[in-house]
């Protein structure tokens, strides 16, 4: 999509929240913050980014299963379907009972997002890191099946037209709109500022905060990017925590 000189009218600006008035920069409601009106649009794309990657997923699994279900393999009692050998139809259940668990997250984000951006109120801190875990999760889910059932169809997924020529739009969706280890690393701040505050949770979960509390303190400065391995581990806590109350409300269906 091009566009070339082309002027729009005042009247059509997205201004709920700001605008320009007298060629003067002008709040509209008072008490939020630029970031909070950014945030807005950043939660919706984060969000959509997310959902896209589910449905690359299942697509690609879907037209996958289609070929090896039809695709006869020699055994000695006669041809068998590709998709009947062990490794590749354990893959299809279990790619799926995962799928399954983040798709569920990204409903329930869904419906509290579209209860915020309908009564025009700002997403809670809460929804925000929902959000930020439905990112990476979908994305990260996504991307690790989707090159694991790659490297179980040979010479197919080689091929133009079976959709893995495109499985780069994933490395796309991994840094759109804030990439995975900038969120991650937010996501364990996040947790550690609210652990220092009050200190309860998962028995994991305060376990990996004391640790990584500690080295902090005594570390110094680059305490943080040394103990990277640590951060990354207690925000995969927090996110999987999060997932699992997500899939406790709300039963999820397999889509095999």
Known sequence: IRFSKVWLAKSTLLDRYAGIENNEYVQKQAGVSNMDMIGQRLYTGRTVIAKSTLVFARTLYSTARKYADNKKCWHPKGPVPLSSIPQLSNLYVEADHELSRVETLCAAVEKELCECLRSSAIPSEKLVEKVAVLKVKAIETSISYCFRLKQELGSYAL??????????????????????RILMQKIARDRLTAFSKKQEGSKPEVAACMSLGKKLMKGGKAAWSDNWQDVYALAGLVMERITQEACGKAAFASKL
């Open 159 to 180: 091929m133009a037209g079976t959709g893995f020529e495109k499985m780069d739009y994933l490395q796309c969706c991994k840094f759109a709109e804030g990439d995975s």
